[in-house]
Nanobody, 120 residues
Framework: VQLQASGGGLVQAGGSLRLSCAAS???????VAWFRQAPGKEREFVAT??????RYTDSVKGRFTCSRDTVKNTVYLQMNSLKPEDTAVYYC?????????????????WGQGTLVTVSS
C-alpha cells in the first residue's frame, strides 16, 4: 500500500482547503486517518474513517469532514473555517491493525505530508 497526500497550500483564516490522499493497493480492511504536525509540536490526530463512519478530534469537529471515495480509492479531508492554529503539515496514514486509532503508533503506512498554512 502506498499513500500520496496532496492539496495543501496557503489560505486566509476562514477559508477552505480540500486535502486528498490517493491510495494504491488499499483494501476495505484499512482504516485511514489524517494527522498533522505543527513546527515544534508532536504529530496529532485529526480524523479517521473506515467505510462506515468518520471520527474527529474535538478541535476540528464541525469544520472538517473526512470522506472516502471507494471508486477512486481516495480519502479526502475537507477543511472549512480554517484557523491559524490549523497550520501544520498534514499526513494521511493507513492501518489494518487498529480501527479508528488516534495514535501515530496505530498506523504502519504513511504518506509524505502536505503543508497547510493559514494566515490571520
Amino acid at each position: 500500500v502506498q499513500l500520496q497526500a496532496s492539496g495543501g497550500g496557503l489560505v486566509q483564516a476562514g477559508g477552505s482547503l480540500r486535502l486528498s490522499c490517493a491510495a494504491s493497493g488499499l483494501s476495505s480492511r484499512y482504516t485511514v486517518a489524517w494527522f498533522r504536525q505543527a513546527p515544534g509540536k508532536e504529530r496529532e490526530f485529526v480524523a479517521t474513517t473506515d467505510w462506515i463512519a468518520a471520527r474527529y478530534t474535538d478541535s476540528v469537529k464541525g469544520r472538517f469532514t473526512c470522506s472516502r471515495d471507494t471508486v477512486k480509492n481516495t480519502v479526502y479531508l475537507q477543511m472549512n473555517s480554517l484557523k491559524p492554529e490549523d497550520t501544520a503539515v498534514y499526513y494521511c496514514a493507513a492501518s489494518r491493525r487498529v480501527l479508528h486509532g488516534t495514535s501515530p503508533l496505530d498506523y504502519d503506512i504513511w504518506g509524505q505530508g502536505t503543508l497547510v498554512t493559514v494566515s490571520s
